[in-house]
């Protein structure tokens, strides 16, 4: 009985050992598993598709334009006295912008006034004459010559008053002239004439050019193969457009087409057009290159994804979706319009599903992945080398 007590003993106490190794080799396994697979799962950021109206447009480069450009030059010579304004000032219409010495159209003035009333008397004494004469020649006091005379003498008179008159209205006006007034609002560029100089009617070369920047143009040109869809669109209504300044992109401007050329340049097979800008704020400056979207109308309930999702490979564009179980699906894609950094996705994936936008290159199809919200500092370095 003692021997085989001692025995059980043995047999309970190998059993156990065994059980025991059984057991932590499972349980290693296991880990191992478990630290293969976290290993092989590759990390990705991921974003979900979502459904969303996205604007139709037209992008292109375009060009500031003032909306009036007026160039300033004298109708009257002589000398110019002052200059009221001072280069880049703005200026009202009606603002006095040059001088030019008055006193030589002052004396014109006199003395055309001077003979048009030395030749209204003239003609107040020659219709006398008439009254007179044609009572004289009913009494055969004067000839019928004589009295025709005197008749023609008048009308001269009346002739000449005319032309007087001419003269006086014109001399006021080279007087007026004499004051350079604004004829728009606007702002002043350089300033090609000083104060004393004297300057000549009608020079080709403008004392000032005026540009009126409130509101202002911005000119842009499209393909004569989208000259159909905009027209079409333009008929049912007014098309907005908008405008950014590279170096600003954080404004966006807002304006209208306003504008469509008749005719299509043969060299370049564009046609312009011209946009509205209120541009109240003077942010856009004539000659200022801008990029220009016309926007033709939406994509409703659009399904859309970052551009940073779509792979390209020889004969097809892609993405990555993940599936349930964090296995990743490589699917081809039709794609719209590009939109803000943002793509039209017509087939290949719904909203709501998640597509990776960074990661990829160490995808295939079936992988598994681990999703991230971000890159860590030592992720950021590791693929910086």
């Keep these: 009985m ?30 191992k598993e478990a630290v293969n697979t976290a290993a092989t799962a590759v990390p990705v950021m991921v974003t979900e598709a979502v459904s969303m109206n996205v604007p139709i447009e037209l992008r292109e480069i375009g060009a500031v334009e003032a909306y009036n450009t007026v160039s300033v030059t004298a109708r009257v010579s002589g000398q110019l006295m002052k200059v009221g304004f001072r280069e880049g000032d703005e200026v009202n219409e009606g603002d006095l912008l ?32 008439i009254v007179r004469y044609k009572d004289l020649v009913q009494k055969d006091y004067v000839t019928k010559q004589e009295y025709d005379l005197v008749v023609s003498t008048a009308a001269e008179s009346k002739a000449t008053v005319k032309a007087d008159s001419a003269l006086v209205r014109n001399a006021q006006l080279n007087l007026e002239y004499c004051g350079i007034r604004a004829p728009i609002a606007g702002r002043t560029g350089n300033l090609h004439v000083k104060e004393g100089n004297l300057i000549t009617a009608n020079s080709s070369s403008p004392l000032v050019t005026l540009n009126q920047v409130v509101p202002v143009y911005v000119t842009f040109a499209i393909p004569e193969q989208q000259l159909s869809e905009v027209r079409r669109r333009a008929s049912a209504g007014t098309l907005s457009v908008w405008a950014v300044i590279p170096t600003d992109t954080t404004r966006v401007f807002e304006g209208k087409l306003t504008f469509i050329d008749n005719t299509v ?34 994509h409703l309930n659009a399904t859309v994804i970052p551009l940073v999702a779509v792979q390209s490979s020889q004969d097809k564009n892609f993405i990555y979706v993940v599936a349930p179980g964090d296995t990743v699906q490589m699917r081809p894609i039709v794609e719209g319009p ?24 160490m995808l295939r199809p079936g992988s598994r992945v681990m999703i991230r919200s971000a890159l860590t500092e030592d992720e950021q370095g590791g693929q910086n080398q």
């Excluded at 043995?10 to 296991?30: D, E, N, P």
């Excluded at 014109?108 to 009333?117: R, T």
């Design 98 to 129: 040059f001088q030019i010495d008055p006193r030589p159209y002052e004396a014109a003035l006199l003395q055309a006034q001077a003979n048009l009333e030395r030749d209204h008397a003239a003609l107040a004494k020659a219709e006398t004459d």
């Design 2 to 31: 003692h021997v085989h007590y001692r025995v059980s003993l043995f047999v309970r106490a190998a059993l156990m050992v065994v059980t025991v190794a059984v057991i932590s080799w499972v349980g290693g396994c296991r880990k």
């Design 265 to 298: 340049n043969p060299t370049t097979g564009t046609i312009m057009l011209k946009g509205t800008f209120p541009n109240k704020d003077k942010a856009l400056w004539p000659g200022q290159y801008v990029q220009v979207g016309l926007v033709l109308g939406n």
């Design 338 to 361: 590009v939109y803000d950094g943002k793509v039209v996705v017509e087939k290949g994936v719904t909203p709501g599903e998640r597509v990776v936008t960074d990661g990829q290159l």
